[in-house]
């Protein structure tokens, strides 16, 4: 086992290797990390639900009442009627005949993919997306096409070329996880008629954070019918964890035939999915939570645009905070931690050369007050290093 010596070493040298923060306290808008208090600028907890009274009552009866864990997978001992109860409740939520719960995002991307295509098929996959979603081209032996990020008409140019296949999936984030910005869906679904191609898009960032009823991107582009295959997780803005898929009844069925990562998994216990069911409850209930997120997001970025620096996107509560070299990010988020501030560096390979950026997410419970402490730290620490001016 000496590679694995090698392998570490050669990680730390190349400025490769990761290290995890540990948190200490929930994923509040103030929260301590490494043993420090700071303000909390990177979870993609939006609405603030994992720390809800009626997700925490609701996962605690949970446990009362069924126990810790689920005891098999969904098509043997583990299907609760909870599980059912929540898969209806994402149907209504999103406006299709059917949902399935998987036991994470990363499960429904793979899982989903994999049932879907294999050898006879292609994939359309846009560059920037979330590694479940190339993992799953990759373990479904499709021929996978990666197009330029959002860039339709070179999108086109390739399914032109694509002849001979038996299926076309086009496959992309509605919200990039990195950038912020949304899929160009209309002009996808355009596309995905013309060449008769399936459309799966990815909500992990857009589920409970866009569209008028906060149901996730397509909501927000007024396609609800349109796009086939809608994909989404439960551990963002839902505040528990699980992902799911919401389609029609006959693509629901086929999935929980085929999707072998829903299959042969033993299913989320009753707690979780009874804080997910409680949490499609409160953001009904409570609209104004989104709306408070967007505003603080607003809120910091126009903050941050007035101090000199550069968004990347505007268009979610994910903020790209581009600072260009990759070094000089490493210690933008080092600076900012050091004042109280704890917001992720991400380099190459994450995201391209000379993009490097500090990747900011603020929460509808973030205070004013957290906000405008957060701008006088990043204030601070752009001025020491440069970046603004
Ligand atoms: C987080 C994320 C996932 C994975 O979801 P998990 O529930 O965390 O496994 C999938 N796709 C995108 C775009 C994500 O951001």
Known sequence: MEFLKKELSNLIQHNLYRRMNTMNDSQTSRTIVNGKKCILLSSNNYLGLTGHPELISAAKDAISLWGTGAGGSRLTTGNFRLHEELEEAIAHFKNTESAVVFNTGYMANIGTITALTGKEDIIFSDELNHASIIDGCRLSRAKTVIYPHKKI??????????????????????????????????????????????????????????????????????????????????????????????????????????????????SLPPSVIAAALAALRVMQKNPQLREKLHLNAQYLRSGLKQMGFTILAEESPVIPVLIGDADKTVQMAQHLFDLGVFAPGIRPPTVPQGTSRVRVTVMATHTRDDLDQALAAFEQAGQMLGIIQ
Do not use: W
């Not at 999108?155 to 299926?167: D, I, N, T, V």
């Not at 596309?191 to 866009?210: F, P, Q, R, W």
């Open 153 to 266: 008409g070179a999108l086109e140019k390739l399914l032109q070329q694509a002849s001979g296949y038996r299926r076309i999936l086009i496959v992309t984030d509605g919200v990039f996880s990195m950038d912020g910005d949304l899929a160009p869906l209309p002009r996808l679904v355009e596309l995905s008629e013309k060449y008769n191609a399936l459309l799966m898009v990815d909500d992990a960032h857009a589920t409970g954070v866009l569209g008028d009823r906060g149901a996730g991107s397509v909501n927000h582009f007024g396609l609800e019918g349109k796009i086939s295959i809608q994909m989404g997780t439960l551990s963002k803005a839902i505040g528990s964890a699980g992902g799911y898929v919401a389609g029609s009844r006959d693509l629901i069925d086929y999935l929980r035939n085929k999707a072998r990562s829903f299959i042969f998994s033993t």
